[in-house]
């Protein structure tokens, strides 16, 4: 989980009919902010927005409010007075939209420091200002991709929050506002960064056979390698990774099934969606992401299921039908794979891997199987989409089979090159 804004923080409420809730609560008193939460449920909740969304959201309405706060903006008199956000303000938020919030907020605690000294002195030197400009360190902005996120949120309550004063405004006062908020939204967009396709050597791919094999090994219950300790761990861990690297399932597609999405006698898998589920305990509820599905499990999975699935039994007792659990017997959280997952981070010679790196991985190997067995590129396509829960028109599978295209790419480019100087 990301740290958290010392002024602001979100907080998930869990009601009563298993809904997730994410609230964006000021520290100070411990309240809900009043704008972000109507915003949320007149908008975001009323539209079916998933809960990891909405939190995502909030947190880029933090870089907002932290921006407004700092420069005391308030919008009931901005609005009152006919006015928005000028050119300055629009410039100080797409500036924040682009860094961390830890940078964020200490820069914003630098600025009403120099508020303080300038109000202080009724006369500054352009030096003195200088030294007081906060200096942004290296490494202190995200990439363009999140700061295109946090800039499409802001945009989005930002002509929310404008509706609702515009709502309230009649005649030639409603006109001048609508045309505040149209200006304001596209001095937004045009300082939000397109996020191309181009820088594309370092992309995420998937493990290659070697590092493959020396993973499948390492978890092996029998393993000098194996990081864990105790049985139930170590076949639990087994199967968990086996089952991300052989069914290319999400984290959170693998937290959510139960033992009755399991078909013995046909050997397959059920993932479904249960969004807001009244059975799950867990307040970080993990979720389906995109489409049902049905995934194939092999009788060496299937193995590895049963043995692991005695052991559960003992700690469960019938308590719940959640598949993956914790060695107290609760369902597994999110926090909890990754945890299992740096546990790799120490064998020596194997590379980073986490549970989308082996869904990259399944991508990649089921792509290269097809390819060799003959399957044209739409039908390989076809199959990627189906098992990975795409939609049928998605290109997504394209972006999980890198280093398959990579491979059929270099394998042409040498075939070129023996033909060129076979020929000389």
């Not at 109000?119 to 942004?136: D, F, G, I, Q, Y």
């Not at 993990?286 to 699935?309: I, Q």
């Not at 794979?337 to 010679?349: E, K």
Request: charged share 30%; glycine share 6%; aromatic share 6%.
């Amino acid at each position: 989980m990301c740290k958290q804004n010392p002024s602001f923080y979100v907080k998930t409420v869990l009601c009563s009919d298993g809904e997730r809730l994410p609230v964006l609560v000021r520290r100070e008193g411990g309240i809900p902010d009043f704008d972000a939460t109507l915003w949320v449920v007149t908008s975001l909740r009323a539209r079916g927005v998933a809960s990891a969304t909405i939190e995502q959201a909030l947190r880029s309405v933090i870089v907002l409010l932290l921006v407004l706060h700092s420069r005391k903006i308030n919008f009931v008199e901005r609005f009152r007075e006919g006015r928005y956000l000028d050119s300055g303000e629009i410039e100080a938020i797409a500036a924040a939209a682009r860094q961390r919030q830890a940078t964020i907020m200490s820069e914003t605690v630098k600025e009403s420091e120099a508020d303080i000294r300038r109000t202080a002195r009724n006369v500054v030197s352009l030096e003195k200002m200088r030294m007081v400009l906060p200096v942004r360190e290296k490494g202190s902005d995200v990439d363009a991709g999140t700061t295109a996120i946090r800039m499409g949120y802001i945009r989005a309550f930002l002509k929310w929050r404008a509706n609702q004063g515009i709502l309230r405004a009649t005649g030639e006062r409603k006109a001048s506002l609508i045309m505040l908020r149209d200006l304001v939204d596209a001095d937004l967009q045009n300082r939000t960064p397109a996020v191309g396709r181009r820088a594309n050597v370092g992309d995420r791919m998937g493990i290659g056979v070697e590092a493959r094999d020396q993973l499948l090994r390492v978890v092996t219950m029998a393993d000098s390698q194996n990081p864990w300790r105790g049985e139930f761990i170590r076949a639990r861990n087994q199967f968990v990774v086996n089952a991300f690297l052989a069914l290319g399932v999400r984290r959170s597609e693998l937290l959510g099934v139960r033992t009755g999405d399991f078909r013995p006698l046909m050997q397959e898998l059920l993932i479904l969606r249960r969004p807001d589920d009244e059975d799950d305990p867990r307040l970080n509820e993990p979720n389906v992401k995109t489409r049902d599905r049905v995934l194939p499990v092999s009788t060496e999975l299937y193995r590895m299921m049963k043995s692991y699935l005695i052991l559960r039994h003992e700690i469960v007792q019938g308590a719940h039908d959640f598949l993956v659990v914790s060695q107290n017997g609760d369902p597994l959280g999110k926090t909890e794979v990754n945890r299992i997952f740096r546990a790799f981070d120490s064998i020596p010679g194997l590379p980073k891997v986490t549970p989308h790196i082996l869904r990259h991985t399944f991508c990649e190997n089921l792509a290269a199987d097809l390819h060799a067995a003959g399957k044209a590129d739409e039908e390989i396509l076809v199959y990627l989409r189906r098992l990975g829960g795409w939609s049928d028109i998605s290109n997504m599978p394209c972006r999980y089979t890198k280093r398959f295209a990579q491979e059929r790419a270099a394998a042409a480019g040498m075939s070129l090159q023996r033909r060129l100087y076979d020929d000389t």
